[in-house]
Every structure is written in C-alpha cells, then in structure tokens.
C-alpha cells in the first residue's frame, strides 16, 4: 500500500495518536505494527487494558486512542473506561440481521443507489466512515470501493475488512469491499483521469446534529467528536457527478441543506434521513 496521504489526528500534545497492544490479549503484534506504521499511529505495549484508563496515561497518550482487543482494533475514550472500544466488526449479530431481514433491495439505500432485480451498480462510497452502509451495498451484490480519509477510520476498517474476510458470514460481502485510503476529493479525481467505470458515487458526510435531537449513542458521538462534522461536504459533490455514470447518491438528515444547494432530481425520504438522488 503506498504512504497515506489522508488527514493524521494528534493527541492535544502534537504527536500522533496511539496504537496500543496489551500484553493480556492474544493478538498478531507483526499485524499490528504494520497496521500503524500504514496510518501514521505510535504503536504502545502495555501490561493490560485497565491501565489506560489513568490520569497518567491521558498525560501520554490523549484522550482517544486505538487498542488491540479480543473484538479487534478499536477506538477508545481514554477518560470513559465504561465505554467499550468500538470497532468495525462486519461479523456483528446487529448487521448480519439487518442484512437478512432489513428489507434487501427494498431498503430506501438500495433504492437511492439504483438497485433492481437484475441491476447492481457499482459504488464508490467516498465517506465510508465506519463502512456500515458500503457493508449493506456490499451484502446486495454490488461492488463497492470505500474511500476515507482520517487515518484511525482507515484503521478501524482495514481491520474490520481483515477480520470479515476470515468470518464464514461475511467474508463473501467483505470480498466485495475495496479500501482506498486518502482524501476523497483527490482520490475521486483519481479515478475520473484513470477513467474507471463507476456507476454510482454515494456520500454521506458528517452532519452536526440538532441540540434538541435526541440523543446520539455513546460510542458514535466519541467518534463524531474526534472527527468533527465535514465542513467541507459541498466539495465532493462536482468530483462526484464528474465520475458517475448513472447517479450521485447523497444521505443527509432532514434538517440539513442540499450539497451546494443544489437541488436534486429526485429524493427518497425517511424519518430522520433523506437520500438526494442527482441522475447522470
């Protein structure tokens, strides 16, 4: 894999944020060192979990940093040691479930992407974030490459993807993933001077929520609060229908304004989110 050139969060110290492997967990340590070395992180060996959870270690390490657990690689609050790490796990019961009984092509993103009963488009998902939604593509037979940016997203998913790739119940939809790492704007330009074919770009860029929305969950407002909301969403939408053949997809909360204010050709509505479909 060649350097990353995505966005490297820091500690409030300057230095990059840690990888950090315990001595109580069973894990591939040769994996895990070529896992930070790939995304800019500092790989740490500590005796167990419990001890970052310190004063101490917030001095060293920050507030949030990845570790290596029995579930995977995750993301932790160093100052909420009742928080559970979170990872991308595409083995996970919730998501198998949804893929078998949310609905299949009946689903409003399946709709939103342009999936038919013999049709399946192939995606670029230029903010993969947590991959959930590139996984549910994935799982209808399309063919998905995930772009993202932040390097300890990156991470989170490039170990999410190795470890799908080993389940009997993902390792199929996971051979249908593709992670390309780095800035979506130039990554999408990319692809237009490499000319490859692409059917559907789909984005769904960080929104700030409501402060009378309900509440987000724990684990994802740790996320949302060490990625900040994607101020600059307005600049995927022009390398996004540049590369598209059929259709730009692109999920926003109902609240939220049209990228560029440019209106769609048509909407797909739900409760809390809508997908603004422009056709090619």
């Known amino acids: 894999m060649p350097d990353f050139s995505g966005r490297v969060l820091h500690n409030a110290a300057g230095k990059p944020l840690s990888l950090i492997k315990f001595n109580d967990v069973l894990s591939d340590i040769k994996n895990l060192k070529a896992l930070a070395s790939t995304y800019q992180l500092e790989f740490v060996g500590l005796q167990q979990l419990a001890a970052i959870y310190t004063d ?3 001095n060293q390490f920050g507030q949030y940093a990845l570790v290596s657990v029995d579930e995977g690689v995750g993301l932790v609050d160093l100052r909420d040691p009742k928080l559970l790490p979170l990872c991308v796990d595409f083995a996970a019961d919730a998501l198998l479930y949804r893929k078998d009984k949310g609905g299949g092509k009946n689903e409003a993103i399946a709709k939103a992407v342009g999936i038919k009963s013999t ?3 192939s995606v670029v998902d230029a903010t993969a974030g947590l991959g959930t939604d590139s996984f549910i593509l994935a799982s209808l037979g399309c063919q998905v490459t995930l772009l993202e940016r932040t390097n300890i997203v990156c991470a989170l998913l490039h170990d999410g993807l190795d470890r799908g790739s080993e389940d009997v119940q993902s390792r199929d939809i996971v051979a249908r993933m593709k992670l390309l790492p780095g800035n979506a704007v130039e990554r999408l330009q990319e692809l237009i001077e ?3 074919e692409v059917d559907v ?3 769904d860029p960080m929104f700030p929520h409501k402060k009378k929305s309900a509440a987000v969950k724990k684990p994802m407002k740790m996320f949302q609060t060490l990625l900040g909301h994607d101020a600059d969403a307005d600049d995927l ?3 996004a229908l540049s590369l598209a053949a059929k259709r730009v997809v ?3 909360p109902n609240y939220a304004p ?3 204010d440019k209106a769609p050709t048509m909407q ?3 409760k809390k989110h809508r997908f603004d479909v422009y056709l090619r």
């Open 237 to 239: 939408l022009t390398p």
């Open 258 to 260: 049209f990228l560029q």
């Open 194 to 196: 490499q000319k490859q």
């Open 250 to 252: 692109v999920k926003r």
């Open 119 to 121: 049709l399946r488009p």
């Open 268 to 270: 797909i509505k739900g």
């Open 201 to 203: 770009v789909y984005l």
């Open 56 to 58: 101490k270690a917030v």
